[in-house]
């Protein structure tokens, strides 16, 4: 769930510059030293490293066991579920095609591929173009859950893969218009490389990306097919570490590579080289730069791009596959990069620690002065002044969670500022409506209007509408004391449960108390096994059929949903019994709160989800 995120993103950027002024590596073996300590604390069974410059490789292997069982140790070519580092190379394979004439990355996606069963209300104004599709700006929903993993060992063709994701080809706001990450794009992606050049997506990978770069172990496999090579996968957080099945991907486009650190050394000089030998160096620049989005034509160079993100002075992407977690992070102005993979529990704070040892290594003849500013334009500014509110939820179902951050952009002393959480960060003027954050090293905020005339901020790739604060603030207050009237249910619950035991009640009344507490414990049902499968993401696999879990979500949040409405329904029938105003009033305030949470969740499409039916 993205609640607050941007508070994250910067508290996170924060406690990795104190990491890194607190840790001065200067070897690789006091980095590899340094890393085996965090994989001992965080519990991670075994870890893919790979760190090189332009023209060497600085470290290939591994640390800790590919297999816990048999002891066998991570090695230069022990092979790891890359995740989403795979959309690099596909969003390459359409460049490739492009620069062949075969494919105009302007080209409307139902002219170049019109069997897409994809809906776009603003198709004649604002069309789908393969470019939204590579920088994630179609709108489309993300998977839905029953449509990421399964067990199944079933090789499907791209066709087939992309037409699992057709729930989730709904325009939901004008493509180009903000960023929001969606894996059916990819899905989408792999399908038309298969028409655009008679090969399924993976041999044409194959082909053209890694047997040119010398990776010869790498596969994309949508599940583990070489049990001597490929890497078992575990969870147990900080316990008894566990081995887990391995599962199929079903969007493989998506995620599909397993690599190993000698291949990725090569596929990260590829990047090093500009791309080299498999594009131009224009083709390169083209893949790290935005064009499609508000942000982009507002002139920010940060954020999401052709399958490739930006990290500050790096650049790569992030994977998640099963168990497995990924990072790809390369400079081309330095010349240096790594990719790490760990086969559970994470990645730890490992990346901050290979960054700031090569930053610290390599960045020192390349470091550039502060950016350039300019006088803050008030007037333009004023506008735009207020309250914002995230809108570009990756998931539709958690929407309703995303919109609960909130940020306040303002005017101090002729210095803007927006304030989260009540941390307050300064932006300085580094052109028209694009702003720096003070002491950052590159603009990642600006601001425009819509296509619907409405104020945005887009801040380090989010979009986020401008809001009235009676509303936004309103809205959170109702939230809260919605539940804080929840957690009021219960513990009356617990009382009228505790006092039972000593005295005789009538039962009317009775259960005019035990309801709401049954009635919030069902919701809690709905929302702890919902996050067993969010803090597991590998679980999915069991919303894909009824399973304990799935069953479990379904009639936590469906039981919530219809005992609030039977509570308040009761309340009204035996109103005249309860004896206090006082308990009219909290009983009345605890009913409605509970019909206010199951309102929105059922908006939300929580009421009634059959996981396996998404």
């Not at 995230?390 to 803007?416: C, G, H, I, S």
């Not at 009824?546 to 919530?560: A, V």
Request: proline content about 3%; overall charge positive; some cysteine.
């Amino acid at each position: 769930m993205r609640v607050y995120i941007i508070t994250f993103i910067f508290l996170s950027i924060t406690l990795s510059s104190l990491a890194q002024q607190a840790i001065k590596i200067e070897t690789i073996l006091e980095l590899t030293d340094s890393i085996q300590r965090i994989i001992r604390k965080r519990n991670i069974p075994g870890l893919m490293l790979t760190i090189v410059t332009r023209d060497r490789v600085l470290f290939a292997g591994g640390l800790g066991e590919a297999d816990l069982e048999s002891k066998r140790p991570v090695h230069g070519q022990t092979l790891f579920r890359m995740g989403s580092i795979t959309k690099t190379m596909v969003a390459m394979a359409i460049m490739k095609l492009a620069d062949m004439g075969k494919l105009d990355l302007n080209a409307c996606l139902a002219k170049v591929a019109p069997e897409v069963p994809f809906a776009n209300r603003w198709e004649r104004t604002h069309p789908v173009k393969i470019i939204n599709l590579l920088e994630n700006t179609t709108g489309f929903d993300d998977f839905k859950w029953n449509k990421m993993y399964t067990l199944d060992r079933v090789a499907y063709s791209s066709q087939e893969m992309m037409l699992q994701q057709k729930s989730s080809m709904i325009c939901r706001w004008r493509p180009s218009e903000r960023y929001t990450y969606s894996n059916v794009n990819y899905a989408i992606l792999g399908y038309i490389i298969r028409k655009i050049s008679g090969q399924e997506y993976d041999s044409y990978l194959k082909e053209k990306i890694l047997l040119p770069v010398g990776m010869t172990h790498s596969n994309l496999d949508a599940w583990s097919r070489h049990n001597g090579l490929d890497t078992k996968e575990y969870a147990g957080g900080f316990g008894k570490l566990r081995e887990i099945p391995a599962v199929t991907l079903l969007p493989a486009p998506a995620g599909a590579l397993w690599s190993c650190a000698d291949d990725m050394a090569k596929y990260i000089q590829l990047f090093l080289h500009n791309g080299f030998p498999v594009i131009s160096r224009q083709q390169m620049n083209a893949l790290e730069l935005p064009v499609s989005t508000l942000a982009a034509k507002a002139g920010l160079k940060s954020g999401y791009a052709l399958g490739n993100e930006d990290f500050g002075h790096m650049r790569g992407h992030d994977g998640t596959m099963g168990a497995c977690k990924s990072s790809f992070r390369y400079n081309r102005k330095s010349g240096y990069g790594f990719a790490i993979a760990s086969n559970g529990n994470g990645l730890g704070n490992i990346e901050n620690l290979i960054n700031s040892f090569l930053s610290n290594k390599y960045d020192s003849h390349t470091i550039s002065g502060p950016m350039e500013t300019q006088p803050l334009d008030q007037s333009a500014i004023k506008p735009f002044l207020g309250y914002y509110q995230a809108e570009d939820p990756r998931y539709d179902l958690l929407a309703f969670a995303d919109r609960l951050m909130l940020l306040k952009v303002e005017l101090v002393n002729d210095t803007l500022q927006f304030n989260i959480l009540g941390k307050t960060h300064q932006l300085l003027q580094q052109k028209p409506m694009v702003f720096i954050q003070k002491g950052a090293s590159q603009a990642e905020i600006a601001f425009a209007v819509n296509a619907e005339g409405k104020r945005v901020m887009i801040i380090n790739k989010h979009y986020t509408e401008q809001t009235s604060g009676i509303s936004a603030l309103g809205w959170r207050i109702l939230i809260l004391l919605s539940l804080l009237f929840a957690i009021t249910a219960v513990i009356m619950g617990l009382y009228i449960l505790l006092d039972a035991c000593f005295k005789k009640r009538r039962q009317g009344i009775f259960l005019l108390f035990l309801l709401p507490m049954l009635d919030v414990g069902a919701l809690c049902l709905g929302t702890y096994s919902f996050m067993i499968v969010k803090s597991e993401s590998y679980r999915l696999y069991e919303l894909s059929k009824p399973s304990l879990i799935s069953i479990s979500i379904y009639l936590g949040f469906t039981l919530f949903g219809a005992g609030a409405l039977l509570n308040l329904w009761m309340l009204f029938n035996k109103w005249k019994a309860i004896s206090t105003r006082f308990m009219k009033i909290l009983l009345t305030l605890i009913a409605i709160s509970l019909v206010f949470i199951a309102c929105v969740l059922f908006d939300s499409g929580w009421i009634g989800l059959l996981t396996w039916k998404c």
